[in-house]
């Protein structure tokens, strides 16, 4: 049974990985079961082309892969698309894989530099269950595990994120602040924002 959360989690899915690498959408919402199993019913792209499994794509955009394997799960409580109760356990991606494939869906190849992808790179890391480091190491972690999302990240941490007034600190800060943070008012709060983005840049580095 999929839930709206599912649906909603998918069509995030499609957006974060989505930097015009896969065609189409997918239609349908994975599901994982407690032994880490994918139980979906038949999956298709908005084109009509057939897919057993989310692993359809895995191959296209690098990094997806690992965001499937390294997960912890969820358990989500809400009302389906007709109105009933549902209970569901789902795999989320941890975050170091996030953080490749952010980067990526920021300054990749393919990237489209949006102001939610630079903030959504900050986020993932300072707002980490398990705390900033946990979520740093995470990531070096992936580099060692040779995610093939890894060296478009580093290359956009270097090309966007080497100095306060690069595009990605500037970037996160626009999103945060509604776009406002030119304005004197919010001078403080944009100067807090866009040293930590390089900070972190230098940590994903190091």
Same mark, same amino acid.
């Given at each position: ?5 599912? !649906?909603?989690? #998918? ?6 990985? +989505?930097?015009?690498?896969? %065609?189409? %959408? ?7 079961? $407690? @032994?880490?199993?994918?139980?979906? +019913?038949? $999956? !298709? @792209? ?14 296209? #955009? ?6 499937l394997e390294v997960n ?8 389906? $698309? ?8 789902? /795999?989320?991606?941890?975050? +170091? ?10 300054? =990749? ?10 903030? @959504?790179?900050?986020? $993932? ?5 398990? +705390? !900033?480091? /946990? ?16 060296p478009h990240a580093i ?9 306060? @007034?690069?595009? =990605?600190?500037?970037? &996160? ?7 406002r943070h030119m304005e ?6 944009? *100067?807090? *924002?866009?040293?930590? &983005?390089?900070? #972190? ?6």
């Open positions: 049974m999929f839930t709206a959360a599912m !649906s909603h989690a #998918l069509t995030h899915l499609n957006q974060y990985a +989505g930097t015009g690498a896969i %065609s189409g %959408s997918l239609n349908a919402a994975p599901v994982f079961d $407690l @032994d880490s199993n994918m139980t979906t +019913g038949p $999956l !298709s @792209d908005t084109n009509g082309n057939a897919a057993n499994r989310l692993r359809w794509d895995v191959g296209t #955009l690098p990094g997806i892969d690992r965001a912890r799960h969820v358990r989500i409580t809400g009302r389906t $698309l007709v109105g009933a109760d549902s209970t569901q356990v789902i /795999a989320v991606a941890e975050v +170091g894989p996030m953080i490749a494939l952010k980067l990526n869906a920021f300054g =990749g190849p393919a990237g489209r530099k949006t102001l939610k992808d630079a903030h @959504d790179i900050l986020y $993932l890391t300072t707002e980490y269950i398990g +705390g !900033s480091e /946990a979520a740093i190491q995470a990531f070096h972690t992936e580099r060692k595990a040779g995610n093939r999302a890894v290359s956009a941490l270097e090309r966007y994120f080497g100095n306060e @007034d690069a595009e =990605g600190p500037m970037d &996160c800060a626009a999103f945060r602040l509604n776009n004197r008012e919010f001078e403080e709060e944009s *100067i807090r *924002i866009r040293p930590q &983005c390089v900070t #972190l840049a230098q940590e994903l580095l190091a």
